[in-house]
């Protein structure tokens, strides 16, 4: 295939995956690993199965393995990049899957989805779980621009043009993956997804918690909704004290009509209650007009 057809596998200490990656991947052009910090032989056989690789000094994490790929792509003048995991959950025979929508102009960027054509049932419950949470949040952030089904995929193809807006992102956290799409999405920048396979049973799959890393995008997340869509993130937050409110108000007076009397504790909790939630409504409207001024 096309010598212009770059494909980016960040890695870290992946020495039992990254030789059967990279060598299937040749097939569809040049491969680039970025060894993130690797302490085992991921550089060795990186480059023994034919790749161009970028050592890190140490572990800085996948958001920057990406930015140094995709910087090396732009000054090489690729015109299409596509990114996998290292970990061998990504299969390389399924690339002209992502590449199709882009040769034939119909997406800038493409993403592999665990969540089309009935895929999803070979993945554990827990994970489709955390998934359809991260998911949710992703679309929120993305202010109903665009609905996608796996915003955490790592299978990603994109063109010049999307290359060259994420070049302009300045995502440091677990939640790139998520991050790419609001910036893509805000840019006006075509996305599409297409199915794919996704393997499990991999050597380095208890590598990361599921749940600490999933904790980590979560909160990643919230923060950029709390940056982009401030009104919603306070408002939710204005009326869960609101409610809380109420529920504290109610047990506070409940006795009033049967005994004449009011518990103060909860009475002066209710009241506390009511001034967050009056303050965090007025916060997210601030908030909603300074983003709004800001983005124009």
Known sequence: MSNN??????????????????????????????????KDKTYDIA???????????????????????????????????????????HNPEEIPKLLEPILNDEADMVIGSRFLDGAKKNIPFYRRFGLWILNATTNVSLNGTLKITDSQSGFRAMNRKALGELMKINSNGYSVESDMLVHLAEKGVRIKEVPITVRYDVPNKHKKNPLSHG???????VSLIGYRRPLLLFGTLSIISFLTAIVLGYFAFLPYYEEGTVYLTPAIGSGIFAIIGIQLFVAGLTLNVLAKMVRE
């Open 5 to 38: 057809i770059l494909i980016i596998v960040p890695a870290y200490n992946e020495e039992l995956t990254i030789g059967y990656v990279v060598t299937l991947s040749r097939k569809y052009g040049d491969v680039l690993v970025v060894d993130d910090g690797s």
């Open 215 to 221: 904790v980590g995008v979560l909160a990643d997340l």
């Open 47 to 89: 480059i023994s199965a034919g790749a161009h690789v970028i050592q890190h000094p140490r572990n800085m994490g996948k958001a920057q393995a990406l930015k140094t790929a995709f910087k090396y792509a732009a000054e090489k003048g690729y015109d299409i990049v596509v990114c996998l995991d290292a970990d061998g959950q």
